[in-house]
Structures are given as C-alpha cells and as structure tokens.
C-alpha cells in the first residue's frame, strides 16, 4: 500500500517568514495529492491540492509543488501570520474512474509567532 | 448545512464496554469514513464507505465494526473497548466520483481506562 512521510513534524517561524512542509509517497499510481489544515479542537480542512498531471498550483499565500519523478511535494506559506499556526497534513491516493482512498502523512505543527 | 456532524464529542468508556459512534452529513455524498487521529500518527483510516450499502476495511480496522444506515449515517462500534482504543475520532464524507475533497466532522475524543 501508499507510504506518505512528512517532514518536519514541527516548525517554528516567525510572523512573515515562509514556512515548507515536505511529503514523499511511495505509490506510483497516487495521482492526488491534497494538503489539509487542522486548528486546535477542530476536524481537518482541505487548504489546497494537485493532481499529478499539473508541477505546481498557487493560492493566495499558499501554494503546492510535486516532483513526480522524486515522488516528492511540498507545501509553501509566504508571509506567515499566527492564524497560520494550526497542524497541516499532506495525502497521496489514487484518483480515477474507481474508488480510492487517501493515505496520510503524520502531520506538521506550524507555529508562527508575532 | 450542517455539514458533517459526529456524537458524542466526548466520551469516557471502562475496558469491555461497547458504543457507537454517530456520524451523519447532509450535503448527499457518496463516500463516507472513519478515522482515528493519535499523536504523532497521523489520521488512519479505519472503514470507509463508498457508497450506501457498502463497507470495506482501512488500515486499522481490528476492534471495530460499522454500518452504513443509509445515505447520511455511517456508525462506528466498538464492541469491547480496550486503552490502546483511546483516541480521537473523525468522521468525513466525500461527494461524487468527480470531486475528491474530504470534508471531515468535529470528531468524538474517546479515553478508555
């Protein structure tokens, strides 16, 4: 089955610094890759994602990279605000004309400070 | 919309009781799962549901059962709870085939002693 490791498990910046979170799967039939954020006592929450077929995807302040050949991607905030301090996930999973379903990675905690 | 909506929210058990954890969504989806999140583990899948009258297992499904009443409610039991049980649960749904996103429930933080 799908091995999703992220990295780091903890990151500490500074208000306006950017932060990089990084996941590697082991799949090569994974095609989806979503990034999910967590606040404190809450559910996780789609932030952003990218599909296989696409090497980079932005929004706003946060965008995804993937290195289909590596097997790797990687989350990137721009211009950090505390509100960003929250657990973020990554995922890997194979999406297509049948079911699937995702395997995530062990998480990260952003702490941003003022 | 009410979204995805989990009960309880907390729940303490002693070892070899039974419960069930309820799960419903109102947005008409598909797909529906079970997970369990432990500290520095991630989010494992426990069972999912892909659509109304089908389960399969995750990754960790010893110790649990579920049901998928109908399209809304998808029920998570644990017939005798154990500690290595304790954890905090989360419900998610997903829509049509076409759409990926997860959108996930509140969760139940569960403590078995």
């Known amino acids: 089955g799908e091995n999703v490791e992220q990295h780091p498990s903890t990151l500490s910046v500074q208000e306006g610094d950017s932060a990089v979170i990084k996941c590697t799967y082991s799949d090569s039939a994974s095609n989806y890759f979503p990034w999910y954020k967590q606040e404190l006592g809450k559910g996780p929450q789609l932030i952003i994602d990218?599909?296989?077929?696409?090497g980079e995807k932005k929004d706003q302040r946060i965008a995804v990279t993937l290195n289909k050949t590596a097997k790797h991607f990687s989350l990137h905030i721009t211009e950090t605000q505390p509100e960003d301090s929250a657990v973020y996930f990554c995922a890997a999973g194979p999406i297509g004309l049948g079911y699937s379903t995702l395997t995530f990675g062990k998480g990260t905690m952003l702490l941003v400070s003022p | 919309n009410a979204g995805v909506t989990q009960t309880p929210k907390f729940q303490v058990l002693k070892t070899g009781q039974s419960m069930t954890l309820q799960c419903a969504q109102d947005m008409n989806h598909n797909s529906m799962y079970w997970y369990r999140q432990d500290p520095g583990m991630g989010l494992r899948l426990i069972y999912y549901s892909a659509s109304e009258g089908t389960t399969d297992k995750g990754e960790v499904p010893n110790g649990y059962n579920v049901s998928r009443l109908n399209k809304r409610e998808f029920s998570l039991r644990l017939e005798s709870a154990a500690p290595s049980q304790t954890s905090v649960y989360f419900c998610?749904?997903?829509?049509?085939?076409?759409?990926?996103?997860?959108?996930f429930g509140p969760g139940t933080r569960l403590t078995v002693t």
């Open positions: 990218i599909r296989s077929n696409v």
């Open positions: 998610a749904s997903r829509g049509q085939v076409s759409s990926y996103e997860q959108y």
